[in-house]
């Protein structure tokens, strides 16, 4: 089925290590995105990309960085994994225009000890 | 720069009671409106959404909304809950101009009792 999909669905770091979440989208959707999903704080904005070659930083940016090569992935990169980035990750895509809101991905569970 | 709140955290009802849950929001500008369901262990899915029109939005499994532009404000109901609605509820809002930045509540957990 179309939509987006993300690995690993679980992670465990130790601080200091890096890694890179991986996510694909098979709808050719222009948007795409990164939220973290904290107890009691919602959703929050980390990186977008309004397309290909196109990125741009949201509510929480730092420590992560993010690519966007082709319309189909988006890579979220933490640099030097801190236990403060211990989180459930989402990725998500949308577009053409603003008709259909965004699909999500079922999300990376990282824990960083 | 926007907020949402969601000013129930954890709404716990019995089956067939009726469900409002609120939302209000902060921007002078043209927004569009969503509310997602994250049922557990689960990522979010989109219940409905209003972009301009009707103010009063119907979504899935039986959901509406109405925006109320006066007061900021975009309440999810449900006239007759079911134990399958348990879930956690987030409303989230963009501004047209800027499609790809949400702005999501924290959240309102709904337990309902069979």
């Known amino acids: 089925n179309a939509g987006v999909t993300q690995t690993p669905k679980f992670q465990v770091l130790k601080t200091g290590q890096s890694m890179t979440l991986q996510c694909a989208q098979d709808m050719n959707h222009e948007y795409m995105s990164w939220y973290r999903q904290d107890p009691g704080m919602g959703l929050r904005l980390i990186h977008y990309s309004v397309g290909a070659g196109i990125t741009d930083q949201g509510e929480v940016p730092n420590g992560y960085n993010v690519s966007r090569s082709t319309t189909e992935d988006f890579p979220l990169r933490l640099l030097s994994a801190a236990p403060s980035q211990t989180s459930v990750y989402f990725c998500?895509?949308?577009?053409?225009?603003?008709?259909?809101?965004?699909?999500f991905g079922s999300g990376t569970r990282l824990t960083v000890v | 720069a926007q907020s949402v709140s969601q000013h129930n955290h954890h709404v716990i009802l019995s089956e067939a009671a009726s469900l409002e849950l609120g939302c209000n929001y902060s921007y002078g500008g043209t927004v569009n409106l969503f509310w997602y369901v994250q049922y557990p262990g689960q990522h979010l899915q989109l219940l409905l959404k209003y972009f301009s029109g009707d103010p009063l939005v119907k979504g899935i499994k039986g959901f509406e909304a109405e925006f109320i532009k006066s007061k900021f404000s975009f309440n999810l109901r449900k006239p007759s809950v079911q134990w399958s609605d348990t879930a956690e509820y987030f409303c989230a809002v963009n501004e047209r101009s800027n499609f790809n930045k949400f702005y999501f509540g924290s959240g309102t957990k709904l337990n309902v009792k069979p």
């Open positions: 998500a895509s949308g577009g053409p225009g603003q008709g259909n809101g965004y699909t």
